[in-house]
């Protein structure tokens, strides 16, 4: 069992940058990939970056890319989501979530363990 937490998120002007956490406990999830996700108001969960196991491989939403950078320091068993630039359609409770299989994914259904979210808020 794998137990995430997010942390990072707050309230920021646009053009900002934050640095989101997604440390895991329980086990390492040095085997794991690992997606973020967001959620606005009245809106379904959506994909914003993956990185799969050994971290080489990425993938991020048509709308973040060149803006989001996703890392993991397998040492601290951490997954980092910088986010440069951000803009008030970034505004969402932003979720960590892993995947045992280890390779990317884009589908929420895909991912076992999820965190309890960290509210990201850009205001113009």
């Known amino acids: 069992q794998v137990q995430l937490g997010e942390s990072g998120g707050g309230l920021v002007q646009v053009g900002d940058s934050l640095r989101l956490s997604c440390a895991a406990s329980g086990r390492t999830f040095s085997n794991y990939a690992v997606g973020w996700f967001r959620q606005a108001p009245g809106l379904e969960r959506e994909f914003v970056a993956a990185?799969?196991?050994?971290?080489?491989?990425?993938d991020y939403a048509d709308s973040v890319k060149d803006r989001f950078t996703i890392s993991r320091d397998r040492a601290k068993n951490t997954v980092y989501l910088q986010m440069n630039s951000l803009k008030p359609e970034d505004t969402a409770v932003y979720f960590c979530?892993?995947?045992?299989?280890?390779?990317?994914?884009?589908?929420?259904?895909?991912?076992?363990?999820w965190g309890q979210g960290t509210q990201v808020t850009v205001s113009s």
């Open positions: 990185i799969n196991w050994s971290g080489y491989s990425k």
């Open positions: 979530a892993a995947r045992f299989y280890g390779t990317t994914a884009f589908s929420p259904n895909q991912y076992a363990y």
